[in-house]
């Protein structure tokens, strides 16, 4: 009776072979952004490259230290090309790490809007209620932009996916926000009698200030699977708008001045928001409450403690 019944050993108890994932190599639209942003730095490149001591600094200037700092936030994805994939608890570090960098700026943020104070500023509203009105349209800018990804499934962002897409794409949304009160600033620290001088330590400052803005949007989309390319050049989109508003804050930097301060409060509040309620939400499902509080406090320090010197260093 043995022999009536087949054998099945070594074929029932053998486990399916492994399944790799072949790593995605880089597409064509990501090569061709890379391409796209080393020509412009070439091409847009003014000549001497820093204004000279006493005269107005060209739009060409004004535009490519605009340019540069929005290259600079690019460079926080690198630090991550050694640790590319993570396993879920360490994704969950990575959200709690950005969302302490992201509530660090949006406290920076709200804080300059509220002690903004140049002469020629002409608003009739203190400059702390343009940063409060700007906030809370920022929280529902933010809200009426969640219902609307909501009905998009399918959205994919950078390889990404469902949930992932979608949070992404906000985060994108407020650091891009983010930058174009930057690029206002880069543009009107143009302006006036040193402009030259307080122009390129301003730019160099934020670009300073941009890396950890990159890093912070790496960490959120490298670990879903994102490459390092696309992740660079997401991080890159993010500050496209400080070369863009540079110039004409430069050109009418009168025109800009008055509404600074709700651009800030804006960025701060849609960013605050993203930070608590989508990062650190994520961080404690993977990473547990106690290790998430204590990674993003120790990150918001740091942030912070590091915008405060850049910030000292802009006024002296």
């Known amino acids: 009776m043995s022999d009536a019944t087949p054998k099945t050993e070594g074929t029932a108890a053998s486990p399916p072979p492994p399944t790799t ?23 847009t490149m003014p000549i001497p490259l820093q204004p000279l ?73 203190a400059s702390n209620i343009r940063t409060g009105i700007g906030a809370v349209v920022g929280l529902l800018f933010i809200l009426v932009t969640e219902k609307f990804l909501a009905k998009y499934e399918d959205l994919t962002v950078g390889g990404l996916g469902g949930a992932d897409a ?35 330590f ?21 670990p879903k699977g994102t490459t390092i390319l696309e992740a660079f050049l997401w991080a890159v989109l993010t500050s ?18 008055p509404v600074l301060p709700a651009g800030l409060g804006f960025a701060g509040g849609a960013m605050a928001w993203v930070a608590v309620f989508e990062l650190l939400k994520e961080a404690i499902e993977e990473a547990g409450m106690l290790t998430t509080a204590v990674t993003s406090s120790l990150s918001l320090f740091c942030m912070h403690h590091v915008q405060e010197l850049i910030d000292v260093g802009a006024r002296s």
Not at 33 to 39: D, E, F, K, T
Not at 65 to 78: D, K, M, P, Q, R
Not at 202 to 222: D, F, Q, R, Y
């Open 240 to 257: 496209m708008p400080q070369p863009l508003m540079a110039v004409p804050a430069y050109e009418f930097v009168h025109h800009f001045i």
């Open 53 to 125: 001591r006493g005269e107005e600094p060209s739009m060409q200037h004004v535009f490519y230290y605009g340019w540069l700092t929005a290259i600079s936030t690019g460079l926080g994805v690198f630090p991550l090309i050694f640790v590319p994939n993570l396993a879920p608890y360490w994704v969950g570090i990575s959200n709690a790490i950005a969302a302490g960098m992201m509530v660090a700026a949006s406290y920076s943020l709200i804080t300059e809007g509220c002690t903004f104070d140049d002469p020629h500023d002409t608003s009739n509203l």
């Open 21 to 43: 994932t072949k790593a995605r190599g880089p597409s064509v639209t990501v090569i061709g952004g890379i391409v796209a942003l080393a020509v412009i730095t070439y091409v």
């Open 202 to 222: 301003i730019s160099a400052s934020l670009a300073v200030h941009n890396i950890p803005e990159g890093l912070a949007m790496a960490v959120t989309l490298l």
């Open 166 to 200: 979608k949070r992404a794409l906000l985060i994108f949304f407020v650091m891009t926000l983010h930058s174009f009160s930057e690029g206002v600033g880069i543009g009107v620290s143009f302006g006036g009698a040193h402009g030259s001088e307080l122009g390129v």
